[in-house]
């Protein structure tokens, strides 16, 4: 049991020791022109590699996806266009209701009060009907 445990603890310090080595044995790199030239070749040879691995769709898989874009955006517009129709339907009803609430209200508070309303709006009444008889 004791070995086993100087058995681990030596791989854990070699594994230390290696990872030290390793890192002071990389040197910081420089800008090369040869390095970047190397990198662009590996990126095309790397791009036409996976090209190749492309599997393009036949002309009926493409067809069939096209229809079923075209129905998704049918479906979707025509909602949205039923909830732009709704929507504003309920502003312009909530516009028209909000100029029919704007009447004044006057409120009398004793009975001589209503009687000088009353005489009042007659009144009025009356010089309206003279108005329209003198044209």
Do not use: Y
């Not at 393009?56 to 898989?61: E, I, N």
């Not at 229809?67 to 979707?76: M, P, T």
């Not at 709704?86 to 001589?112: H, M, W, Y």
């Amino acid at each position: 049991m004791a070995d086993e445990k100087k058995n681990v603890a030596n791989e854990v310090a070699s594994d230390a020791a290696k990872s030290e080595k390793k890192a002071k044995e990389k040197k910081p790199s420089k800008f090369s022109p040869k390095k970047v030239g190397k990198a662009i070749a590996k990126f095309f040879k790397d791009l036409r590699g996976e090209t190749k691995k492309i599997v393009w769709p036949g002309r009926k898989m493409v067809i069939k996806s096209t229809g079923v874009v075209l129905a998704a955006i049918l479906v979707v517009g025509a909602g949205i266009w039923i909830l732009d129709f709704a929507l504003s339907g309920a502003i312009t009803a909530l516009g028209k209701a909000a100029e029919n609430t704007t009447e004044v209200t006057e409120t009398v508070t004793d009975d001589a009060s209503e009687e000088d309303a009353e005489e009042e709006h007659d009144h009025d009444h009356d010089h309206e009907e003279d108005e329209s008889t003198e044209k």
